[in-house]
């Protein structure tokens, strides 16, 4: 007979200090079914914060890529002024 379910998973069918090779057979299959619960529960939390983290990896690097655009972009804009000054000394024909 399988024993009572538990209220928190995270308490054994099997007492403190109990031997399990005299535990009953149900016994001993509910605490397996329960362990295998819970490896299970971390197994797919773990999936998921690694899913999480692959994903903050890649927007950091898009972040990144950004921002290397970004400043590009604003230094282009300085370079432009620069080329627009020699451009109308060269037109001037001050050079």
């Known amino acids: 007979m399988a024993p009572e379910p538990l209220v928190d998973r995270t308490q054994s069918y099997l007492g403190a200090g109990a031997d399990p090779e005299k535990a009953p057979l149900a016994k001993l299959e509910a605490e397996v079914t329960r362990l295998q619960g819970l490896i299970n529960i971390d197994t797919e939390t773990a999936s998921k914060s690694m899913a999480l983290v692959k ?28 080329l627009s000054g020699v451009a109308k000394t060269l037109k001037g024909g001050t050079l």
Not at 65 to 77: I, P, V, Y
């Open 55 to 82: 994903r903050i990896a890649e927007e950091n690097a898009q972040i990144e890529s950004l921002r290397t655009s970004l400043n590009d972009c604003e230094c282009a804009a300085e370079r432009m002024r620069g």
